[in-house]
């Protein structure tokens, strides 16, 4: 339930994603069946309207969902600013190793090409 309330609008996009696929195959079926335009408006309108903006509507609401998990982890970082802790890396950075010699603006050493 918690997941539920959590994530509404992924709940939400997958509902009208089914949605919209079940109209556009209904709609489908009901033009398939009959040779006459007349009889087939009805299920173009219906099935295929409803069913590319229940697509539509499905992918909107998707996007807002990543949208809001974007803004999620800025605000974390903001917060981990504010408060003055460092943000943690995924790998440590080293603080001995010497830059290139290109970083130092002078000629590489012996022991820096046979490192390399």
Known sequence: MKYTRNQWDRI???????????ALVVGYLG?????ET???????VSGGMVGLFLLGLGALLWLSA???DEWRKLEAIDRHLLEGRPIPSATPLSTDAT?????RNGPATAREVSLR
Not at 31 to 35: A, G, I, N, R
Not at 38 to 44: A, F, I, M, T
Not at 99 to 103: K, R
């Open 12 to 22: 939400g996009a997958w509902l009208c994603i089914a949605g919209g696929i079940v």
């Open 31 to 35: 033009v398939s069946d009959t040779l």
């Open 38 to 44: 007349g009889e087939q408006l009805p299920y173009v």
């Open 66 to 68: 990543d949208l809001r």
């Open 99 to 103: 830059p290139p010699s290109s970083e």
